[in-house]
Every structure is written in C-alpha cells, then in structure tokens.
C-alpha cells in the first residue's frame, strides 16, 4: 500500500472513533507514558499537540504536567514551518492554520535542550518511522533540533509495518500506543 492510500485509509478509522473510545485508549497510552518517562527521566520542557480528528488526547496529562509547573510548549504552523509556544493553561487556544488550535501565547522555545516532544502522526511503525499528513513540517522542524527526545503517540491500529520512507523522513526515538513503548535506540 502506498503512503496516500494509508495515509487515507488511517485517517477515516480515526476520525470515525467515538469519544469514549479516544478516552478509554488515551488513558492507556498517557499510563505507558508516565511509568516510561516520568520515572527515571527529567525533562526542561515539553513539546505538545492539540488533538484534532480522533487524536490520542493528552490533555489530561499536559493537565498534570502544568499543576506540576512543567514548561508546555504547543506548535503555531507559519509559512517557514513550525515554532513552539509556551503555554500556562489549556484555554490559552484559539483555532489557527489547518482549523487545529494554537497557543495565543507568543513566548517562544529557543532552547530544545533536554526537551521531551508528544508527536502525532497518522502511522508509526515500531522501529519510529512516521507517516503524518505529508507537509514535512515535522520533519523539517527535527531536523534542525536534531537533540530533542522525539515520542510518536499513536492507537495500536495505527502501526503499519507499510510506511515508505523518504530521504528527509525524520524517525522517533519512541512510539507510544496501547501496548506499551516502543524504541529505536
């Protein structure tokens, strides 16, 4: 299967989930991700999405992780690719680019050092490599912060042992599903 036709078959599964599916397997994956990452690693901050069309929701996590004073950083999506955004609540949103909300705060990340990044995509594969919706933005945001620690969050339906990868494919260095924590280092 190519890459459009996966990328078109995964997106109408996720966005026909119920609501109480995405919580029931969001709840699962943000457990495997705090008993993985939270327990014997310390991070300076953490790049976050806001679900949209049937994603993973770790806002009760980001949740956690501001009571905890945590530094949240959301993306803003401009014509050079993505910037970060600090957050201190998660009413600071308002809808932006591509109908998916965006920080209305303007205190930019310039430090990626020890920076943990919650990375959607619509397909993972075990080993890291990731299928998102083909604008590269990603890809090209990693490759110029090659040192933060990048974690795919995906559903179990997700994985696909099918993704073509391309030369400016930026893989993760972990996936997070239902069934646990996958890593390629």
């Keep these: 299967m190519d890459n459009q036709t996966l990328r078109q078959n995964v997106r109408q599964w996720r966005e026909q989930l119920s609501k109480d599916v995405v ?20 991070f300076e901050g953490f790049l976050c999405y806001y679900p949209t069309r049937g994603e ?13 004073d945590a530094a949240l950083y959301f993306p803003v999506t401009g014509k050079d690719g993505l910037e970060f955004y600090r957050v201190e609540s998660l009413s600071d949103f ?5 109908g998916i909300m965006e920080p209305r705060s303007m205190q930019a990340l ?55 990868v391309m030369d400016w494919d930026i893989a993760m260095d972990y996936v997070a599903c239902e069934s646990g924590v996958f890593t390629n280092l």
Excluded: W
């Excluded at 397997?25 to 990452?37: A, E, N, P, R, V």
């Excluded at 993973?56 to 905890?68: C, F």
């Design 23 to 42: 919580v029931h397997k969001s709840l699962t994956i943000m457990s495997h991700i705090q008993d993985y990452f939270f327990v014997n690693h310390h």
């Design 56 to 68: 993973v929701d770790l806002r009760p996590l980001y949740e956690q992780l501001l009571r905890r």
């Design 94 to 98: 308002s809808e932006g680019r591509f």
């Design 110 to 164: 310039d430090d990626f050092t020890g920076v943990l990044s919650f990375t959607p995509g619509l397909c993972f594969s075990k080993s890291g490599e990731r299928l998102g919706f083909g604008g590269g933005y990603y890809d090209r945001f990693y490759e110029a912060h090659p040192n933060i620690t990048k974690v795919g969050v995906c559903y179990d339906e997700q994985l696909s042992d099918e993704i073509t």
